[in-house]
């Protein structure tokens, strides 16, 4: 079975300085991993994803993650903070061996990001 | 969410009412699932089309959760007899097989 664990509930950051959410997983075989932002009152906006090539992944909006095999993590992180990153950022995972189960996405509970002035 | 709206956005019922959610995607998208989002939580899978497959019904709760897809295009998701802790956003998310997944904006659903 795949899950995935996020383990901050809310992330403080002030605007300007760098951002980490984390993010962990577990899978059978090699992982399909995606980080998704929801904005309130908002379906999920997708940011970006690893499923092969180079650890660093970029996405949307200066967003990027490090895929790290041995520690079973692919953190998001953005060098400099704005107010208007402040969302619920929600990390998921794909087993790439569960070809008959659908493709669904196990999701963690999410991390809240404020970002304050 | 790019290429996929639902509706209604917002519905409020009573328990032991059935409701009827929709997800109306742009052609093209073979996948199509559908994710419930508690108050708290996280998403929860529900249930995934592909194409003329039958459908992978492996998340949905209880018997009183259905859904079709008709076409290959819109999706409805049904619940009968609701219960207060049905009350959630619930999400349609499609995307091509093995590729990312785009949602739509949600229906809320509030049952009292």
């Known amino acids: 079975a795949q899950s995935v664990a996020q383990p901050e509930d809310q992330v403080n950051v002030a605007e300007g300085n760098p951002l980490t959410v984390k993010c962990t997983y577990s899978?059978?075989?090699?992982?399909?991993l995606f980080w998704y932002v929801q904005y309130p009152n908002r379906g999920l906006q997708f940011l970006l994803k690893?499923?092969?090539?180079?650890?660093l992944v970029k996405g949307s909006y200066g967003f990027e993650a490090e895929f790290n095999k041995s520690q079973t993590s692919f953190h998001l992180k953005k060098p400099s903070a704005l107010v208007s990153d402040s969302a619920l950022y929600f990390c998921?995972?794909?087993?790439?061996?569960?070809?008959?189960?659908?493709?669904?996405?196990?999701f963690g509970t999410g991390t809240q990001l404020k970002v304050e002035l | 969410g790019a290429g996929v709206s639902q509706s209604p956005s917002n519905k409020v019922t009573e328990k032991g009412k059935d409701v009827e959610l929709r997800c109306d995607p742009i052609?093209?998208?073979?996948?199509l699932y559908w994710y419930r989002q508690s108050l708290g939580q996280g998403l929860e899978f529900l249930i995934y089309?592909?194409?003329?497959?039958?459908?992978?019904k492996s998340g949905l709760p209880s018997d009183r959760f259905s859904a079709e897809r008709t076409g290959g295009s819109v999706s409805t998701l049904t619940i009968q007899r609701t219960q207060q802790e049905d009350s959630a956003v619930y999400l349609c998310?499609?995307?091509?097989?093995?590729?990312?997944?785009?949602f739509g904006p949600g229906t809320r659903l509030l049952v009292l």
């Open positions: 690893y499923i092969t090539g180079d650890n």
């Open positions: 052609s093209g998208h073979t996948a």
């Open positions: 899978v059978s075989g090699n992982p399909y």
């Open positions: 089309f592909q194409g003329n497959s039958a459908p992978d």
């Open positions: 998310a499609v995307g091509r097989y093995q590729e990312t997944q785009y």
């Open positions: 998921a995972v794909r087993d790439s061996q569960d070809t008959g189960g659908g493709n669904k996405l196990t």
